[in-house]
């Protein structure tokens, strides 16, 4: 077993998705299969058990995952290649989840160095697999994947990865992919209360009370706001999934009964935005 550690306490938050879907998999009905992460798990040195009391981030890390995974392989439907960036990739493996679903899809898994190092040594690669190590903020990377791949849809993922980021900080991320690409990004955002009890009650949270420094920045009440970012109209906001909306009778009773209040209701959703759709 290897033991790991990480930088930031954000990047120590993929174990949270990768054990919570490990955990999944056990499952008779799986909401999602992902028969690849319980052997990652094996390899690591770290106490997963803590996360095993957690209830609502047990089933909001399987919805959001399904739901990326669901929008992907939609996306690749009557396309000759498309190509896949996972942003802030973690130790994902989507790409081994989707390459038989997804067989004109190429994969990218961006993240960190130290993340990028230890992905490479402990998940399995799909065929069509590479990684890209630096920061989702830089630029250089965008500029070599348009380059390589001009003519391509790019679907854009970013999986439990916004809130950790200014809003400044997202909004030139939008603002360079709009430069650069044609296609979606999807990606999970809380709203702005849920933001700040989160960054406020840190230590009260079923799993990211366990990490150090996971502190939550940027969160946004209207998705629309985003596409408003861009006054060269190259963003479109094109839907939304409300995570307590799905699957009810997997979440605990608290959180249905949640839903009856909107704020709450909506702490946490998907949304998924075009790229330069109209050209």
């Given at each position: 077993?290897?033991?790991?550690s ?15 879907r ?64 996972q ?101 999970d ?41 861009d ?27 949640m ?21």
């Amino acid at each position: 077993m290897e033991k790991i550690s990480f930088k930031d306490g954000v990047s120590e938050t993929l174990l949270i998705n990768l054990y919570i879907r490990s955990l999944e998999n056990k499952l008779p009905k799986p909401l999602l299969k992902d028969e690849f992460s319980g052997a990652v798990v094996d390899k690591i040195d770290y106490d997963f058990s803590k996360f095993d009391s957690s209830d609502m981030s047990r089933i909001g890390v399987i919805i959001r995952a399904k739901y990326f995974d669901d929008e992907i392989i939609e996306f690749a439907k009557n396309k000759e290649r498309i190509v896949v960036v996972q942003v802030g990739a973690g130790f994902d493996t989507r790409p081994l989840r989707l390459e038989h679903a997804c067989p004109n899809a190429v994969f990218y898994d961006l993240d960190l160095p130290d993340v990028i190092k230890f992905r490479d040594e402990l998940v399995p690669k799909a065929k069509q697999n590479f990684s890209l190590a630096c920061s989702m903020l830089e630029t250089a990377w965008m500029d070599e994947l348009v380059g390589k791949y001009p003519q391509t849809p790019f679907i854009f993922v970013l999986e439990g990865v916004s809130m950790y980021f200014e809003e400044s900080e997202m909004k030139g991320f939008f603002l360079n992919l709009a430069k650069r690409f044609k296609g979606e990004v999807a990606l999970d955002l809380l709203n702005i209360w849920c933001c700040k009890m989160m960054a406020k009650n840190h230590t009260k949270h079923d799993t990211l009370k366990y990490i150090k420094d996971a502190k939550t920045k940027f969160g946004i009440d209207d998705p629309r706001d985003i596409e408003r970012w861009d006054d060269e109209g190259r963003i479109k906001y094109l839907k939304t999934g409300i995570m307590m909306d799905m699957y009810l009778n997997r979440w605990p009773f608290k959180a249905r009964l949640m839903r009856f209040i909107p704020i709450l209701k909506r702490s946490c959703t998907m949304s998924v935005y075009g790229l330069n759709l109209a050209q």
